[in-house]
């Protein structure tokens, strides 16, 4: 089938010539678009090139080499109709990737540009017409619509036949370009029209030729009738042209493929900026090559499939059609389509994490990996759809971002409240484990947690912040006075705990055997209560003292601190009130008091146990020892000083600070005794209540009775001996 092109040198490799050995079929005899561009694309490397390809589309009558021409400038496999069977060989329109044997063999020569897009158009039959002319309306279209450089493709003996089918498809190809961009008359779409003019002869040089159709153009643009706002536009506003003939192939077969190889060169690589016009107007295309980069339409090669898809729409359903909707429109499917693979890089990184938010705890490494996840997705998006229409481009990038953005700060507030309870807890766990390692200083150590604490969080929050995208300077208010809550609270249990060892102390040197309450107890005296005042009120001044070394080191507040000496003295007097209670009991006092009467009654002045004689005076030293005793029990009732005066509790204790009432009030009602504790109450310092002085009383003197009658019986029996 093909006579030329095909061959193992083509430099885009093997893969796809199996399969589009002939290109694609862009448009097939039924009108249908093609649906396999994009696997063609691919094949060939086009589809990620962006805007580094070329698109050109050959037009003429049938039958008149096109094929030919096309396969040999650029090394394609169009069908060419055989010699001998004339028929039509191009149905509908063929799309094929240029490629040249001699770029790999001599890099160094000129040769022809990368990626160039070749559609090979169906030609009319200027026999028939009608249905050929619907389809060569619809075909000139959608190559304007998409290609830089239309060839046309025309015989010599044709160039001057005014009438002829060829002057018939170039009135076509103005009438749908007018049509095309009347809608956007602000950017000019440039196309190139390059006619080949075929089997000449030489007899009419190129320049005659040339003016031939110049003039011939220029007159079917003036018979045109434009568009409103176009009426004064000229042909140059949208088209440059050029020209070239080529050798008769079958006359001159040696001079026709020197002739398509120096041809083929105008399509090189190099994409000039400054275009170079002749005189007469026409671009010198053997200076700067063909590709202007104003004739591109700026269509990225991963959206052309899908833009030339749509265009072939719109012009087969006959609606109207303009670029710059099609851009628009093909940007926002495109963008999308992006979105979505960005999305999905996205989620391969976030979704993980996402699974474990249940988990509730902070975790690791998720700030880079949201800045990664992040940055992955939009540089991707920006790399592929920043080269669409970028008013939809922005939007899309700004939808994108949101989105993203709108997953990533769900992890972020998961992080940051996990960040916080642990923070909380590592604090309250940190400070607990220092105290009872015993001797730490409480407030710096509250000091030195709370601020490894606080810069753990910082970090933490800061690396998931997305350099500033996200604030955290709310939660770490929240951190800062939770654990200030926290650690006045655990100050609190602090200094509660350290009353009870305050008490415990006090309660022990108050018990103590040495010179506690108890041994005091042994000298019942008038100074008795004086000198258990005084064992009171040093112990708690220097407990005091020592509390107050340590809260100090707790970093207490002087409300604190007052409300705590406050409590401790209270505590202190009712402790001794429960001493002395002790102390005091019936049986206590009864053995106390008999050892009083005991020392006089029944031993001698030198502690001698009395043997009681006949004659000797029971009765009397009996009635002694018995009023000595006696005497000493009023000492016992009140807690007074040596001038009988209440000691001075009221002030020793001091005025309740504020914020301690309630709590003794509360303790009050529950415990009666606490009223014991109370300076003014008339309870405090009554020890024994004349009821039980009464009490008291009489159980002595029974017993004493008791100690008389024995002294008596002994003295009976010794006698009776
Ligand atoms: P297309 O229909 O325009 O694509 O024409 P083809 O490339 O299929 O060629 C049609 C016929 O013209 C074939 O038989 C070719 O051998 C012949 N042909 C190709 N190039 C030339 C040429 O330069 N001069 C002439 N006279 N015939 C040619
Ligand atoms: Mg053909």
């Not at 509250?446 to 939660?475: K, P």
């Not at 100074?527 to 707790?554: E, K």
């Amino acid at each position: 089938m093909a006579t030329n092109g095909v061959n193992g040198s083509a430099t885009n490799g093997d893969d796809y010539e199996g399969e589009f050995g002939h290109g694609i079929q862009v448009i097939d005899e039924n009108k249908e678009f093609t649906s396999t561009m994009p696997e063609y694309l691919t094949s060939t490397n086009v589809l990620q090139a962006g805007f580094s390809y070329h698109l050109i589309s050959v037009f003429g009558s049938q039958s008149t080499g096109k094929s030919t021409l096309l396969n040999h400038l650029f090394n394609t496999a169009f069908p060419v109709m055989s010699e001998s069977r004339r028929q039509q060989t191009t149905k509908g329109i063929w799309m094929s990737l240029a490629t040249d044997p001699n770029a790999s063999s001599n890099p160094d020569e000129p040769h022809l540009g990368k990626n160039i897009l070749v559609m090979d158009v169906e030609g009319t039959d200027g026999r028939e017409r009608g249905e050929d002319q619907d389809f060569e309306r619809k075909s000139a279209l959608f190559a304007i619509a998409t290609s830089e450089v239309l060839i046309v493709n025309i015989w010599e003996h044709q160039v001057g036949l005014y009438q002829g089918a060829n002057m018939g498809l170039l009135k076509t190809v103005f009438e749908v370009n007018l049509q095309l961009f009347q809608k956007d008359k602000s950017t000019v779409h440039r196309s190139l029209l390059f006619f080949v003019i075929r089997d000449h002869i030489g007899h009419t040089p190129l320049e005659n030729l040339k003016n031939t159709l110049l003039a011939d153009l220029n007159n079917i643009w003036h018979g045109l009738s434009k568009p409103p706002g176009l009426e004064t536009s000229t042909i140059s506003d949208f088209f440059d042209f050029t020209f070239a003939t080529l050798p008769h192939k079958l006359l001159q077969p040696d001079q026709f493929k020197l002739e398509t190889q120096r041809l083929k060169l105008r399509f090189r690589e190099e994409s000039p900026t400054n275009a170079n016009y002749s005189a007469d107007g026409v671009l010198d295309t053997s200076k700067t090559g063909v590709f202007l980069p104003a004739y591109h339409r700026r269509i990225p090669a991963d959206g052309l499939p899908h833009y030339a898809g749509n265009i072939w729409r719109m012009i087969t359903e006959n609606k109207d059609l303009d670029l710059p909707t099609q851009q628009e429109l093909l940007a926002q499917y495109r963008c999308d389509e992006i979105s979505v693979v960005c999305v999905e890089l996205f989620d391969e990184v976030v979704t993980p994490f996402e699974a474990a938010l249940s988990q509730k705890i902070v975790q690791s490494d998720l700030g880079p990996a949201m800045k990664t996840a992040l940055d992955t997705s939009l540089i991707k998006f920006k790399e592929e759809a920043g080269r669409y229409h970028k008013v939809v481009y922005k939007r899309k990038l700004e939808d994108l971002e949101k989105k993203l953005q709108a997953r990533l700060k769900v992890l972020y507030v998961a992080q940051l409240t996990a960040a916080h309870k642990n923070a909380i807890a590592v604090f309250a766990d940190t400070i607990q484990k220092g105290i009872k390692r015993s001797g730490a200083d409480f407030a710096s150590l509250v000091t030195e947690t709370r601020a490894t604490v606080l810069a753990d969080f910082t970090t933490e929050a800061e690396s998931c912040s997305l350099e500033g995208a996200f604030s955290y300077t709310d939660e770490l208010h929240a951190v800062e006075k939770e654990l200030d809550e926290g650690a006045t609270r655990l100050r609190g249990e602090e200094m509660t705990r350290l009353l009870a060892r305050m008490e415990k102390s006090l309660r022990t040197k108050f018990t103590s055997e040495d010179d506690g309450v108890a041994y005091m107890f042994k000298t019942i005296s008038p100074s008795l209560y004086p000198r258990i005042w005084n064992l009171f009120t040093t112990g708690v001044t220097d407990q005091i003292s020592l509390f107050t070394q340590r809260s100090t080191a707790l970093n207490a507040t002087s409300e604190e601190n007052e409300q705590a000496v406050y409590k401790l003295k209270k505590r202190a007097w009712k402790v001794l009130r429960m001493i002395l209670d002790e102390e005091t009991k019936e049986q206590s006092l009864i053995t106390r008091l008999m050892g009083y009467f005991d020392k006089d009654f029944r031993y001698d002045d030198q502690g001698v146990p009395r043997v009681w004689k006949a004659g000797e005076d029971i009765e009397g030293t009996f009635a002694k020892s018995k009023e000595t005793v006696m005497k000493l029990i009023p000492n016992l009732a009140t807690f007074q000083l040596e001038d009988s005066t209440k000691p001075p509790l009221a002030t020793f204790i001091g005025d309740a600070p504020e914020g301690v009432e309630e709590e003794v009030g509360v303790a009050a009602e529950e415990d009666e005794e606490e009223d014991v504790a109370s300076p003014t109450s008339t309870k405090t310092f009554t020890i024994l209540t004349p009821g039980r002085i009464t009490s008291l009383t009489e159980s002595f003197n029974r017993q004493a009775d008791q100690a008389f009658v024995d002294a008596k019986r002994g003295t009976i029996s010794s006698v009776s001996q």
